[in-house]
């Protein structure tokens, strides 16, 4: 087996490899866990947002869980099949609906994010409650820095210059 050079050993250990990494291992471990309660892991947070028979629509829970609103559609769609959500007419909008939590799915919300809790709790194993905190702060600023970089590249002006840039 040949020697990996230290260019490619540099990015593998990379803060947004190492990211990437740990949040497929979460997401590997939630899947298998949160699958015998009938949610996938992508569902958790747009439940989390219809808690307590909140409602709210398509677009408000794309922006909540920070996706665009087709794949958000196909997951509504998946999750109304699977009796986890209704959806209403709005009666202000005709072109929009509101989307409720089911009585089945809130029964087994509370399971679920235990769930969560116990593999985030166990994946921390050998951290002191400080270092747990240091660790969510920091996640907390790569996201916020990483959600001010894409505001500005999706800017018309980012954009415009990105586009003529490309052409020199």
């Keep these: 087996m040949q020697a990996k050079d230290s260019t490619e050993l540099d990015v593998l250990s990379t803060p947004g490899h190492l990211i990437s990494l740990a949040a497929r291992g979460f ?4 899947e298998a866990r949160l699958k015998p309660l ?4 992508g569902q958790l947070p747009v439940l989390v947002a219809m808690r307590n028979g909140g409602v709210s629509t398509q677009r408000d829970l794309a922006r909540f869980a920070k996706v665009e609103q087709p794949p958000m559609a196909q997951m509504l769609a998946r999750m109304e099949r699977d009796g986890l959500i209704r959806r209403m007419p709005d009666p202000a909008d005709g072109r929009s609906s509101h989307v409720s939590m089911t009585r089945a799915a809130e029964a087994r919300l509370p399971s679920a994010i235990e769930v969560l809790f116990q593999g985030n709790h166990e994946a921390l194993e050998g951290f002191t409650d400080e270092e747990a905190k240091q660790l969510v ?7 916020a820095n990483l959600d001010k970089i894409a505001s500005a590249e999706a800017s018309p002006r980012a954009r415009t210059a990105r586009s003529s ?4």
Excluded at 137 to 143: E, K, P, S, W
Aim: hydrophobic share 60%.
């Design 165 to 168: 840039s490309a052409g020199t």
């Design 137 to 143: 702060a920091l996640l907390a600023r790569v996201i």
């Design 27 to 30: 997401a590997r471990l939630s």
């Design 38 to 41: 009938g949610f996938g892991v």
